[in-house]
C-alpha cells in the first residue's frame, strides 16, 4: 500500500485513470491493463504537480515506489513540497473556474457592444 504523500498522490491518480479500486506501490503500471495513451493523460495530471516529469521518465519508472522515488529525488534537489491529491484538485478547479469566468466576462463584453 501507499506509504508516502507522492505514492498516495500518484496511486490515487492510477486507480482513477485505470479504473482500479487499489493498487500496490510495487504493481507495474502496464501489468494493471496500463498503456501509452493512459500513461499521457497520467503524465498530464502529474505533470501539473511535478512541473519537471518527463513522459520517458514514467516508462523508465513504471511503479509507484520508482515513481515516487524519483519525483521525490527530484524535489528534494529543487526544495518543493508535494501537494496532496486534493490540494492539486483544488487548485485545478479554481483555475478552471477562473478560466471560465474571464471567458464569460469576455463573451458579455462582445454581446454589450
Same mark, same amino acid.
Given at each position: 500500500? @501507499?506509504?508516502?504523500?507522492?505514492?498516495?498522490?500518484?496511486?490515487?491518480?492510477?486507480?482513477?485513470?485505470?479504473?482500479?479500486?487499489?493498487?500496490?506501490?510495487?504493481?507495474?503500471?502496464?501489468?494493471?491493463?496500463? $498503456? !501509452?495513451?493512459?500513461?499521457?493523460?497520467? $503524465? $498530464?495530471?502529474?505533470?501539473?504537480?511535478?512541473?519537471?516529469? !518527463?513522459?520517458?521518465?514514467?516508462?523508465?519508472? @513504471?511503479?509507484?515506489?520508482?515513481?515516487?522515488?524519483?519525483?521525490?529525488?527530484?524535489?528534494?534537489?529543487?526544495?518543493?513540497?508535494? @501537494?496532496?491529491?486534493?490540494?492539486?484538485?483544488?487548485?485545478?478547479?479554481?483555475?478552471?473556474?477562473?478560466?471560465?469566468?474571464?471567458?464569460?466576462?469576455?463573451?458579455?463584453?462582445?454581446? !454589450?457592444?
Amino acid at each position: 500500500m @501507499p506509504q508516502t504523500e507522492t505514492e498516495i498522490l500518484i496511486a490515487a491518480i492510477w486507480e482513477k485513470i485505470l479504473q482500479l479500486e487499489k493498487v500496490g506501490i510495487n504493481d507495474n503500471f502496464f501489468d494493471l491493463g496500463g $498503456h !501509452s495513451l493512459l500513461m499521457v493523460q497520467i $503524465h $498530464h495530471k502529474l505533470e501539473k504537480i511535478f512541473s519537471q516529469l !518527463s513522459m520517458v521518465e514514467m516508462f523508465k519508472y @513504471p511503479t509507484i515506489h520508482s515513481l515516487a522515488k524519483r519525483l521525490t529525488q527530484n524535489l528534494n534537489e529543487k526544495s518543493v513540497s508535494v @501537494p496532496s491529491y486534493e490540494q492539486s484538485h483544488n487548485r485545478h478547479v479554481r483555475r478552471t473556474s477562473m478560466n471560465q469566468q474571464r471567458q464569460l466576462r469576455s463573451q458579455n463584453r462582445l454581446l !454589450s457592444k
